[in-house]
Structure formats: C-alpha cells, structure tokens
C-alpha cells in the first residue's frame, strides 16, 4: 500500500461483469512526503468516497480486487481509504 | 519479507471496512546494511512497532490475512517483527 492523489476520473460504458457502477479513478502515485513519483494509473474505489484532489491510500495485486464486492473482477490497483492526515517522523525524532 | 524502518504514520478515517482497528505505519525499505533504498511502503501494524525502530514487514497477501487472522482483508503488508539485530557475513 502506497499513498496516491486522485486527478481525475474515468467512465466506462462497456464493462466486464462484476465492474458494473465501480467508479474509476485517476490517481498519480506519491512519495510518502506527497511528492509525485513515477506515472497516474487507474484505481477501482470501493469506498466510493474519493474524490480529485484527495489523498488516498492504494493497493496494488490480488489486494486491490479484494477491496470490491464481487472481489473476482479483474482489478489490480484499487483505494483502500481517504487520507486524513500522514505524520512523517523527521530524522531528528519530532 | 522486507527489513524496513518505521518513520510515519498514516489515519484514514474513511476506508475499506476490512481496514478498521488496524494502525498504519509508514515504513522505509532497508537494504540489509540498514540504509535506507529510498522506497516505502504502509503496512498494517501487528508488532506494536514505535517510530524509527527497525522492523520486519511481510508483504505478501496470504500470509497477511494468516497473521491478522481474517479472510478477504484488502491488506498486503504487515509489520511482523521489530528487528534487535542484522548479522551478514563478510
């Protein structure tokens, strides 16, 4: 699991089963100081609460179908939940 | 399984339902000389790990769910272990 910023949106009109009304999101993958790092890729959101601009948390593998109901879809990286707040212990321990 | 260090956490509040009661830590990947290579992960605490202590994450699914004992968990990295030592050979 890895930290991500939703930028945008994605619709499908033709899907494969099990995918029906899953939303689809755009989301750029960050560094756990929240810097982008590498390239946006798209997530399925089984919570249904994310929105652009947020900072979500993401999965990646088998784990990413797992977060849907039915879970045997084909998805392989998917919103685990919405980032409140990331606390980073600097070096010097604050 | 990876060496790692923990160096954050991480709340969300709104989340998959399999993810509520577990705390998220931040942790950078480890080379086996202990420094760090520059990528992390968040993995679900299972060690009662603290900051900066250098710990063991399992990264792999299956196993993840054995250890938080419960199916279908969209978890994949969990911290096992706090690591007290890493001995390598010359």
């Known amino acids: ?86 606390h980073i212990h600097q070096e010097d321990g604050t | 399984m990876i060496l790692g260090r923990v160096c954050g956490t991480v709340v969300t509040t709104i989340q998959h339902e399999g993810m509520n009661g577990h705390r998220m830590l931040v942790v950078d990947r480890l080379a086996p000389d202990g420094t760090p290579t520059g990528s992390y992960l968040i993995a679900v605490d299972a060690a009662q790990a603290g900051p900066g202590e250098t710990v063991l994450v399992l990264d792999e699914g299956n196993g993840a769910r054995q250890v938080l004992g419960r199916e279908g968990l969209p978890i994949r990295s969990v911290v096992v272990g706090i690591v007290d030592e890493v001995l390598l050979a010359e």
């Open chain 1, 1 to 86: 699991m890895q930290l991500g910023r939703v930028i945008g949106t994605m619709v499908v009109s033709v899907t494969t089963p099990g995918m029906e009304g899953v939303p689809l999101l755009w989301v750029q993958p960050l560094s756990k100081l929240n810097e982008p790092v590498g390239e946006p890729f798209v997530c399925a959101d089984g919570t249904r609460m994310a929105g652009p601009g947020e900072i979500v948390t993401w999965v990646a593998s088998r784990e990413a179908a797992l977060t849907l109901n039915p879970s045997y879809v084909p998805v392989d990286h998917a919103v685990v939940g919405l980032v409140d707040d990331t």
